[in-house]
């Protein structure tokens, strides 16, 4: 099973600010299945970013993935009020599928 | 409007059972993988299962030991998860959620969740 690790598991943060959260895979993941998500409280996950660095639908460009191999990044290049949530990262190439255990990015 | 509704958690004793369902609107279930993903009070997601778009793959997470069931009614456009033998360690919110092979198999739609709770 392939763990995945997201650091920090808090990140303290003011608007306009830039975040970045990591996510390590105990073993090589595809790039092409890395995804990120964002959980809002009481709201199911959003997806934001999959295949690593492509964003969904309607996700701001202020939100950019990226990294490779065991090492993956999720960047928020300036933080909004509704930025503020809990971040996932899923890889879906080995199975069982696993998630990160989350970064939650909150107002400093 | 592309959604996932939900339905059938509830408050159930140790040892019993329950069925989850989730129904498909504005889309055909029937070409899409289907996951489950639960998400236990104050803490992050689990994957429990999926099932492939006619059913033929079909994979549990390990820690379930064979006491959940996921099916798919593809006519009712809905998805269901089987769950028995239910143990607190169960008690979560209940999600289900969409592949899309078109993002690379990422999980594009989700519903907005049940809520089941295991205690005597």
């Known amino acids: 099973e392939v763990m995945l690790t997201q650091s920090p598991g808090t990140l303290s943060l003011s608007p306009g600010e830039r975040a970045t959260l990591s996510c390590r895979a105990s073993q090589s993941v595809s790039s092409s299945f890395l995804a990120w998500y964002q959980q809002k409280p009481g709201q199911a996950p959003r997806l934001l970013i999959y295949?690593?660095?492509s964003r969904a639908t309607g996700i701001p460009d202020r939100f950019s993935g990226s990294g490779s191999g065991t090492d993956f990044t999720l960047t928020i290049r300036r933080l909004e009020s509704e930025d503020f949530a809990v971040y996932y990262c899923q890889q879906y190439g080995s199975s069982p599928q696993t998630f990160g255990q989350g970064s939650k990015v909150e107002i400093k | 409007e592309v959604q996932l509704v939900e339905s059938g958690g509830g408050l159930v004793r140790p040892g019993g059972s329950l069925r989850l369902s989730c129904a498909a609107s504005?889309?055909?279930?029937?070409?899409?993988?289907m996951n489950w993903v639960r998400q236990a009070p104050g803490k992050g997601l689990e994957w429990v299962s999926s099932i492939s778009s006619d059913s033929s793959y079909i994979h549990y997470a390990a820690s379930l030991k064979g006491r959940f069931t996921i099916s798919r009614d593809n006519a009712k456009n809905s998805l269901y998860l089987q769950m028995n033998s239910l143990r607190a360690e169960d008690t979560a919110v209940y999600y289900c959620?969409?592949?899309?092979?078109?993002?690379?198999?990422?999980?594009?739609?989700w519903g907005q969740g049940t809520m089941v709770t295991v205690s005597s």
């Open positions: 504005g889309f055909s279930l029937s070409t899409y993988s």
């Open positions: 959620a969409r592949v899309s092979y078109k993002l690379l198999g990422a999980f594009d739609i």
């Open positions: 295949g690593a660095s």
